[in-house]
């Protein structure tokens, strides 16, 4: 006996697959429309004249951005590698970079090209080199607790090899 084709879906359930199917379009379509849009960073967001800044721009959709600033001039963002979705680039602010808001202008693929406009805190002073803050902000009670130690450690230290010594 030759088997049976399957039979139709009822119609109310074809319409609750039609009706599923179309919501998922639907829903699945403003995030493809929001990736599309570039966004961009500047990091960091306040800097001292004379230091670097990392730019970064991701959604552009080309393989080259324009950033402009009175700031520091122009920068090019290139990829990272073949198959990187943003661009990145790196530039000094200038030494005699004026202190305040300083408008930074990215741009897809050069001038004419889609843009995003951020800004770029420069703060007064010089630039801050050395440990990057990691140590910026202990107290001179912190400081003489870990010399404390590290003296309570190495003298420990000079103990047990002096006592391994005299054993032998």
Known sequence: MPAKPPAAPPTAARRLMTVA????????????????IPS????????APGGRVAL??????????????TAFGEARLTPGNQTAASL??????????TPGAHRVVFECGGPGGERVTLSLQVTTGAARGGTGGSIGSMSPGQIALGSALTVGA?????????????AS
């Open 21 to 36: 199917a179309v919501t998922l379009i639907a829903a699945a379509a403003p995030a493809t429309v929001a990736y599309a």
């Open 40 to 47: 961009a960073t500047v990091s960091p967001t306040a800097v």
């Open 154 to 166: 190495l003298g420990a230290g000079v103990w047990v090899m002096r006592r391994r010594a005299a």
């Open 56 to 69: 970064n721009v991701a959604g552009c959709g080309t393989q080259v951005a324009r950033v402009t600033s």
């Open 88 to 97: 990145i680039g790196n530039t000094t602010v200038y030494n005699n970079a």
